[in-house]
């Protein structure tokens, strides 16, 4: 029964969607770690790449926490909350 109701077109766009929506958030959290690996202050962080405030200074925050995690452990943070 259920795998009359599977439709695997579905599936396929959902996997896609959720791969790009993943790799655009893995390049957020790189340019925003770089940025704070260079000492740029949050705040100057989020208006020059015109980022949600909650999010750059969560990344802050864990980047202070975890000083030796590298983008895929700030990624594994993000996506576990």
Not at 36 to 48: D, L, V
Request: glycine letters at 2%; proline letters at 2%; aromatic letters at 12%.
């Amino acid at each position: 029964m259920l795998l009359e109701e599977f439709d695997m077109e579905e599936y396929i766009k959902m996997e896609r969607r959720d791969s790009y929506e993943d790799g655009k958030c893995q390049y957020r959290i790189h340019v925003i770690h770089t940025m704070y690996q260079k000492n740029i202050p949050a705040e100057s962080c989020i208006n020059m790449l015109d980022e949600d405030a909650d999010f750059v200074n969560h990344i802050y925050q864990l980047c202070k926490l975890h000083p030796d995690w590298n983008d895929s452990n700030l990624f594994d943070a993000v996506e576990s909350n």
